[in-house]
């Protein structure tokens, strides 16, 4: 018999989701991370893992620790009754609320507490092991990397470490570690805590961020979900994502080149769902509410108003066809269509619209034509002055690039000619 874990990431229970319809806000804790909890405690007792790998956030702060008790405490005593050893590191969330829980529930085992590093040995039969490491933030903000002082392994049985940190991000106050610190540990893997985007894991890739188990905003789009590990014979068979976060956030496009009715509008949406369902069907995703951002792209006769009184009511909620237990609504639309008259006919106009469309057809050529290159100059200055000021100077991330500009400048020129030309129709 092998040996199988499951690992979750950033869970932060005691937040609740946000922009939910007004409808569904009474029942935002169906929607959290609570009720994630709930189902990642019933997925590891249906697969009979041998330890349930808690990544650091458990609880969103030390304010949440009289909703997080008894909610992890009924999840606890169902695993441990169930023979599953309940097993997890301290992140900058919870420093002070996960070892006030580990006192009070004793099967609740954390790993490397006061910021020293611990080892721990998962036994399946006499054959199969794992040792997991662990590494406990001893204050909610840690500026030297762990890594520094990790002993190493021991033994040759397969190893993985769980750590709540902050990757390649040198000033990070999140206990910083870099990539190479990580591969030079020595171990088969790494589960790690604190960003919220899962990496592209797998049996070829065992280390990097387990990502949220709910996504709790738009920002947080895409599968969510706990991870399922499974070693055979000392080697890891299966790593692989359990999508059963109860609210997915989904960005969504559908295209509307050619369409010239109302009706078609709808259908291309209708189309663009059942196929959405599809995929959610195959990837056996057990979300019961899917928040979607839409985009709509193409080029269309239809105006604005035309195009969001063809679409359904923005954060009114339906249900996806076929299923009476998924739900959805549309968050926020976003709409990049383009007018279907072409830009090289609207640019021989001697007005605001044709300078307009000059200047988009312009911003098309990639020759390194200098109108071009003056418009994206121009842009830049702008885009520099207002990173460089105030508030926006603190934001994280790299300055933008110039093709970046240049598509903004396309993305937002495109709205403007397309509001001037529906008021032409009114």
């Known amino acids: 018999m092998g040996i199988k874990i499951l690992a979750v990431g950033d869970l932060h229970i005691g937040r609740l989701p946000s922009r939910l319809p007004e409808s569904l ?10 009720r994630a909890w709930e189902q990642t405690v019933e997925l590891a007792c249906s697969e009979g893992v041998h330890a349930v790998v808690l990544a650091g956030d458990v609880v969103e702060s030390d304010r949440d620790f009289f909703e997080a008790l008894p909610r992890l405490q009924a999840g606890i ?19 002070q609320v996960l070892p006030k829980l580990a006192a009070r529930i004793p099967s609740f085992e954390l790993l490397g507490e006061g910021g020293e590093w611990q080892s721990v040995t998962l036994q399946a039969d006499k054959a199969e092991s794992l040792t997991l490491w662990g590494w406990s933030f001893p204050a909610a903000q840690v500026r030297s990397s762990p890594l520094a002082d990790f002993p190493g392994r021991l033994g040759s049985e397969p190893a993985i470490g769980v750590l709540h940190c902050d990757r390649d991000q040198s000033d990070s106050p999140y206990a910083p570690v870099t990539s190479g610190e990580l591969r030079a540990a020595g171990l088969d893997g790494w589960l790690l805590g604190h960003i919220h985007q899962p990496d592209d894991l797998g049996p070829q890739n065992p280390a990097g961020y387990l990502g949220s188990v709910v996504g709790l905003d738009a920002g947080e789009a895409g599968q969510r979900g706990p991870w399922l590990l499974e070693w ?10 359990m999508p059963l976060g109860p609210i997915r956030w ?21 189309d663009a769902m059942d196929q959405l369902s599809m995929e959610l ?27 969001l ?6 954060e009114q909620t339906r249900h996806l066809s076929g299923h009476t237990e998924r739900a959805w609504f549309i968050e926020r639309y976003r709409i990049e269509a383009k007018p279907y008259t072409p830009l090289e006919e609207i640019a021989r106009r001697d007005d605001q619209p044709g300078l307009l469309a000059k200047r988009l057809l312009t911003l098309e050529q990639n020759d390194g034509d200098p109108a071009r290159e003056r418009l994206i100059d121009e842009a830049m200055q702008v885009a520099e ?12 991330g790299e300055r933008p690039t ?13 709205d403007a000619l397309r509001a001037m030309l529906a008021g032409e129709q009114d």
């Open 25 to 34: 806000k009474a029942r935002a804790l169906d929607f959290s991370p609570a």
């Open 77 to 95: 005593e169902k695993l441990t009754e169930a023979g599953i050893r309940i097993l997890a590191v301290t992140g900058n969330h919870d420093v």
């Open 232 to 241: 055979d014979g000392g080697v890891l068979k299966r790593f692989s994502q």
């Open 250 to 270: 989904q960005r969504l496009t559908v295209d509307l080149a050619g369409v010239t009715e109302p009706t078609q509008v709808a259908s291309r949406f209708a």
């Open 281 to 307: 069907d195959e990837r056996g995703d057990r979300s019961q509410l899917i928040a979607i951002r839409l985009t709509l792209t193409g080029e269309t006769t239809l105006s604005n108003d035309a195009l």
């Open 309 to 314: 009184d063809a679409m359904p009511e923005a």
């Open 385 to 396: 002055h207002t990173l460089s000021d105030g508030g926006w100077r603190d934001l994280p």
């Open 402 to 414: 110039r093709e970046q500009v240049a598509g903004w400048l396309q993305a937002r020129g495109q």
